[in-house]
């Protein structure tokens, strides 16, 4: 094909990768409006147990294009409970992702305790979290790519700042775990270099202590039994949204309603 007497080239090198990374993300993303997400709903429904669980999600609303880095809540009745898109991308990730918004910044009660999920470095915005705190969140879920000394401390320091339980569940990412036919893998992950991310998973006591993990360049489950009540016996001292908060000085609005570009009215 010729345009204004110039060939018409195809994409290539870097360019090229990224679209056909980027075909291969929309074309794997969760879209909510179908069955995608039917076999883990039948499984928590079996097995009753609540399921926190990140996506690519594949908006279905406006373009049915933009794909959004999502955190799903599924009840122990095989219903999705809360469904939040990552507020922010970070940094490159804005070529990538769509922006979120607040309506999943909820706190569900279910039967394990009081849970919500902010997602990698969301957690890095102070009222993101707050609005986490505010809703009595007891068990507080952070999936991400992030890990080491850095980002375990910043777990550490939620812990302590909310008094809740701190779940960061880690990427831990090989390799081998690639499909063969991933565009450029040798000049993207040296076969030499085995992990591609370590995970880093842990669990966080509300005061703070590391109770289970980190682990890292190792896959595998963190099984461990955690006493809830004391995500709330914890606060005597420092409660950040409540006794703590002086609402007389500061006061936070949180915008829940899901955005859209288009509101379509009903001709008169």
């Known amino acids: 094909m010729k345009r204004n007497g110039d060939a018409q080239q195809e994409p290539h090198g ?12 929309l074309k794997n993303s969760i879209d909510l409006s179908s069955d995608d997400l039917e076999p883990i709903r039948d499984a928590a429904k079996e097995k009753s147990v609540t ?10 609303a406006n373009s049915q294009s933009t794909i959004y880095n999502s955190v799903i809540t599924i009840d122990a ?10 507020l922010m991308p970070t940094n490159p990730e804005r070529m990538v992702w769509g922006f979120g918004d607040g309506h ?4 569900i009660d279910t039967p394990i305790g009081k849970i919500g999920s902010l997602i990698c470095w969301e957690n890095y915005m102070p009222l993101a979290r707050y609005s986490l705190y505010s809703q009595g969140i007891e068990i507080y879920i952070a999936p991400t790519y992030d890990g080491g000394e850095a980002w ?11 008094k809740c339980w701190v779940l960061s569940c880690g990427v ?14 040798d000049e993207l992950y040296p076969a030499d270099e085995e992990w591609i991310n370590p995970g880093d998973s842990l669990v966080v006591s509300p005061s703070g202590e590391i109770v289970a993990g980190p682990l890292s360049k190792e896959k595998g489950n963190i099984i461990l039994d955690i006493d809830v009540e004391k995500a709330a016996t914890s606060k005597r001292a420092l409660d ?11 006061e936070l609005q949180v915008n829940k309603a899901r955005q859209s570009p288009t509101h379509f009215k009903n001709e008169s």
């Open 14 to 25: 870097s360019e090229g990768i990224c679209e056909e990374l980027h075909v291969r993300l």
């Open 51 to 60: 399921v926190v669980c990140g996506i690519n999600e594949r908006d279905n």
């Open 77 to 86: 009745q095989g219903q999705i409970a809360n469904h939040h898109r990552k």
């Open 104 to 107: 999943g910044l909820n706190v």
């Open 152 to 162: 375990t401390g910043t777990m550490q320091h939620i812990a302590r700042e909310g």
């Open 172 to 185: 831990a990412l090989e390799r081998k775990d690639l499909p063969m036919d991933f565009p450029n893998i």
């Open 240 to 250: 950040v949204a409540g006794h703590y908060s002086r609402p007389d000085v500061f």
